[in-house]
């Protein structure tokens, strides 16, 4: 899946004097800069040539299915004018790339995370989101140069009530931290504490939630997430990691990950928590770590071979890395393989295997229907820290799946995860009315 040259977007034919027929075939490819840029293909000198170089991603990864990240507009001219949307530095652009100057022209628009775009007439429509825009679609009228926006109108919007709370949304900070490579950065996304109607005690640090996304080769993207902002405007900062091996940084940093699944983004998580705490952002005392199916994987890696959190959450993680590869659709039947390694990885690095090395509190959920992270897995870990003696709970949905679907059970997650949270490593009370269930060797 990595870097492999896309199959043909689009094959665009021109007719030139002569009635010479010549085929230019666009893709995308990452084969020279390590960033993937698109390519033209010309048929009449079998060159691959670049359109547009820029260290940037001008697409989601290519194991995303349904995605559309350029498209080619109509104009009155003859120039070949491609508008594309691209991610540099964690954050998304929308322009429109002019193939016979090779320059871009960068429309300013209100989103600055871009998932689709596709081209009207005179206009393009945007799927995105920001800081502040939940995920929405957007009309993007262009001048007749195609050049400048003239208009920029959102036409339908996952949540039409998010505006009413725009001063209560934390807006994220892309940080940039050091890892265990000298010389070597990684990124996150951090969130500050915001709630205009409360104000923490003079001096107090507030508590960290680090979030590890799944994947493992996804990507944290920081545009408005209201399950984030639940957790900021009751006085806890959080941060969304993007260690070795998340994608939208390049090829480079994208193979950080390989072979090296359950060290580099342990560490990376570690080493982010312990910067938020050194630059004096967080409270060193009060380091959480949450993450879902492979996030859910680096939360308790993180907690049975780390000692930086205090207290986790895994929601349906992956605790035998054995099993995930036996179990793993065709799809993906050989993905683990070149991010864990041989046999001895495998058991190594599963924190199953070494259940007797956690050491703080944990909450778990899973689903009994879980295809791709047994019911198994979150029991045998609840049975080994209720045996141990440690604070430890398990929330168990009926219905649910691999990722929890129904509004009830999200909710109840989200509430559980800040109580627990609270009662064992906060040191405060929810205001919020939410009861909490029974902590084995707590209650």
Known sequence: MEGCVRCAKRVRWRMR????VVGELY?????KSGFWNIYKWVESSNEVLPVYSLDA???RPLWTFGMKSYDFLKNHNQNTLIACSYREN????????DVSQGKISVLDIAFTDINNITSGVHCLYVEGASAVHPLSIAKVTLDDQRTKVIDFKIMWSSSSVTEMYNLYYSRPELIKFPTDVLGQSA??????????DCQASHGEKPPLLLRSHGGPTAEARGCLNLSVQYWTSRGWAYVDVNYGGSTGYGREYRERLLGSWGIVDVNDCCNCAKFLVDSGRVDGERLCITGSSAGGYTTLAALAFKDIFKAGASLY??????LLRAESHKFESHYTDNLVGNEKAYFERSPINFVNHFSCPIILFQGLEDKVVSPDQARKIYQALKEKGLPVALIEYEGEQHGFRRAENIKFTLEQQMVFFARLVGHFEVADEVSPIKIDNFD
């Open 57 to 59: 991603e001008f697409t």
């Open 187 to 196: 990124y996150a996304y951090f969130y500050p504490p915001t709630n205009p």
């Open 17 to 20: 004097v002569g009635l010479r």
């Open 27 to 31: 893709f995308v490819t990452d084969r």
């Open 317 to 322: 993680g992956v605790g035998d890395l054995q």
């Open 90 to 97: 964690g954050k998304s652009y929308l322009g429109v790339l």
